[in-house]
């Protein structure tokens, strides 16, 4: 079992930055591999980054790519993701969360992954 809890969510402008943060608990953490998810209103939740265990491999969807950064540190059994130049269209509730797969390339199906955070609001203004 692993809880997960999501920080760093909150309001911005369009240009502007943040980074969220996901904490877990439970077992070894190195053991999981990570993912963001996003949703926003009456759209279907979308995988925006995943990482593997280790952290030594990265997957982005195209829509954040080259302004978004997920990365891990284990000994701190966190994962987070830096968000720079946001825009409107990036405001969703962002969710991060873990599965066994994503040892050797991240996941990027969401049916792989097990364990969920409660999310965390992103809202970027024009």
């Known amino acids: 079992q692993v809880q997960l809890v999501e920080s760093g969510g909150g309001l911005v402008q369009a240009g502007g930055s943040l980074r969220l943060s996901c904490a877990a608990s439970?077992?070894?953490?190195?053991?999981?591999?990570m993912g963001w998810f996003r949703q926003a209103p009456g759209k279907e939740r979308e995988l925006v980054a995943a990482?593997?265990?280790?952290?030594?491999?990265?997957y982005y969807a195209d829509s954040v790519k080259g302004r978004f950064t997920i990365s891990r540190d284990n000994a701190k059994n966190t994962v987070y993701l830096q968000m720079n130049s946001l825009k409107p269209e990036d405001t969703a509730a962002y969710s991060c969360?873990?599965?066994?797969?994503?040892?050797?390339?991240?996941?990027?199906?969401?049916?792989?992954?097990?364990?969920w955070g409660q999310g965390t609001q992103v809202t970027v203004s024009s």
């Open positions: 990482i593997t265990g280790s952290g030594g491999v990265t």
């Open positions: 439970g077992r070894t953490f190195s053991n999981y591999g």
């Open positions: 969360a873990a599965t066994y797969s994503g040892t050797i390339y991240p996941a990027t199906t969401r049916s792989l992954y097990r364990y």
